[in-house]
């Protein structure tokens, strides 16, 4: 018997292993002789298939593309998927993901008490985007982040808990990453040459999404960070087990157009301008330092969704897409209420409820409550109860007496609720604003100089040429509407300086004439310049 190839031994030790090696190595060799033959033949290796066109994606993505109102129709259908009472956190985090394709994305972070359905609502949304706009962790070691072969270039990054990332050094990195859009790292290792030093760079821009049981994260964490709060009443708790209950069919949602729309969005024109930027700006009262980062955080989310909403939206001279009251008016209407809690300008209802309930139990403000007892009277468990008191507590409205460690609290009152304070003026108060396009220059002639913003932002969309009569026509036009920027524009109208005239709705047209009934034309300078922001008395 021969000396086996394999063990080198005789007889052979192992027999069924190395019959198994043998096939491997036959294999292998089978693939080498192939590739040499291909490569002498002259063939080229087998090329993946070209990624679709952008318009493949759009005819992937179907009617979305050109829906007046997205999101809306998001929520509605992840309401549809199961999701209950959490539509408006499901938005924001639908347009944080889209905020993942801008240079500064959005971070969020949703807490609440364990089984409050934060990471169900994550989940839910994840749904409706495909793997390449988000990576998943449940956790990470210190210095995974810096060694990982992930790419984490315009993508948001899932960890399902804040205590994956509780080490100092990875919420540092995680922090540097969301805040400088990379990492760049040098340590010394041992080579064969000896110490030698190395430095790891890792690009973004990344964003974060994120859940925690705890009232707030690190403080340099939670600046960075949009807060969201999960409904824990006991109404919410009853519609989410009403829910679970329901077992009738449901019609599948079509999640591969949502992941179309999401790769027609990433290979368009990305770039938003927010016109009205400026007089937002000066109607936010500059109660707190923070309001510098939140600001900026307001426009982004403003920005995602008219970026969702390219196909209807106008352009200007630069091909930027221009953002419209609507987008204000949607961003508007899901986080007047996070921003003024976070900078404390308001309260939570949660929490005004909790220390209101604490207030009428201890009659003149200066007895004692118990956790329980406290429970009781919001009709809810001792564990939400307890969320909420720690959340009043770190606000200062409520305080623990009892300092012995193990002992029931006594909870009491402390610094009063402050008044509530309006951060983000409503849509009507930001007055004409919102007019793009309607200029006769593009400078502040009152002024005597540019107001400071760029050219791009104080021209309108150039518009095609187009025959019109001097007579409004009833039909709705191909065009958009030069004073909100949205197609369907009903009316067109001969107007000085410009040699394609104007196309308005009819709902649009009242800024624009003197009066009803002589229609004659106002004219003015960019609205940019020229809006007039009606008087605070």
Not at 68 to 90: C, H, K, M, Q, Y
Not at 225 to 236: F, H, K, M, R, Y
Not at 248 to 254: Q, S
Request: proline share 7%; net charge neutral; glycine share 8%.
């Amino acid at each position: 018997m021969s000396t086996c190839s394999i063990c080198g031994a005789d007889p052979c030790v192992n027999p069924n292993f190395c019959r198994a090696s043998r096939k491997t190595d036959t294999k292998k060799a089978a693939a080498e002789q192939a590739a040499k033959k291909a490569k002498a033949n002259g063939s080229a290796a087998p090329q993946p298939p070209p990624p679709p066109s952008i318009e493949e994606l759009q005819a992937a993505a179907g009617d979305l593309i050109s829906a007046p109102d997205i999101l809306t129709r998001f929520g509605t259908e992840v309401e549809s998927a199961g999701l209950v009472g959490e539509t408006g956190n499901a938005k924001i985090l639908f347009l944080t993901l889209i905020s993942r394709l801008f240079e500064r994305p959005v971070s969020v972070v949703i807490k609440g008490v364990s089984a409050g359905g934060k990471s169900f609502t994550v989940e839910q949304v994840l749904k409706f985007f495909p793997l390449a706009a988000y990576s998943v962790r449940t956790g990470l070691s210190e210095k995974a982040i810096i060694y990982s072969d992930e790419d984490f270039r315009h993508r948001i990054l899932i960890i399902y808990e804040a205590a994956g990332m509780n080490s100092d050094m990875l919420s540092y990195l995680i922090r540097t990453l969301l805040s400088e859009g990379r990492i760049v790292y040098e340590f010394v290792e041992k080579t064969k040459a000896g110490i030698r030093p190395r430095k790891i760079e890792k690009e973004g821009p990344t964003g974060l999404i994120t859940t925690t049981t705890a009232p707030k994260l690190h403080p340099e964490n939670e600046t960075r960070l949009l807060s969201l709060g999960v409904i824990d009443t006991p109404d919410q708790t009853m519609a989410v087990m009403q829910a679970l209950a329901d077992d009738a069919p449901t019609d599948p949602i079509n999640y591969a157009s949502w992941h179309a729309l999401q790769a027609w969005l990433a290979v368009g024109e990305r770039e938003v301008t927010v016109p009205f930027a400026r007089p937002l700006a000066k109607l936010i009262p500059p109660v707190a330092v923070r309001l510098r980062r939140d600001f900026k955080l307001l426009l982004t989310l403003i920005r995602a969704h008219a970026l969702l909403h390219r196909e209807t939206r106008a352009r200007d001279s630069h091909g930027r897409i221009v953002a419209t009251a609507a987008d204000y008016a949607a961003i508007r209407g899901l986080v007047a209420k996070l921003f003024a809690e976070g900078i404390e300008a308001t309260v939570p209802p949660t929490v005004r409820e909790t220390v209101t309930a604490v207030g009428a139990s201890v009659g003149g403000g200066v007895g004692e409550i118990s956790l329980s007892a406290l429970a009781r009277n919001l009709k809810l468990d001792k564990n939400s109860a307890h969320h909420r008191v720690r959340k009043a507590i770190e606000r200062g409205y409520l305080v623990n007496r009892e300092d012995k460690r193990g002992m029931p609290a006594k909870i009491a009152l402390a610094d009063p609720l402050p008044d509530e304070i309006e951060i983000l003026p409503t849509v009507e108060a930001l007055g004409d604003c919102w007019s793009v396009g309607v200029l006769t220059g593009g400078h502040n002639k009152k002024a005597g100089k540019d107001d400071g913003g760029s050219e791009a932002e104080r021209l309108g969309a150039p518009l095609p040429p187009n025959q019109h009569p001097n007579t409004p026509t009833p039909t709705p036009l191909e065009r958009r509407c030069d004073h909100c920027g949205t197609l369907g524009a009903t009316r067109q109208y001969d107007w000085p300086g410009r040699p394609d005239g104007i196309a308005l709705h009819s709902s649009c047209e009242g800024p624009w004439f003197d009066s009803e009934t002589t229609r004659r034309p106002l004219i003015r300078e960019t609205a940019r310049d020229v809006c007039v922001l009606p008087s605070s008395t």
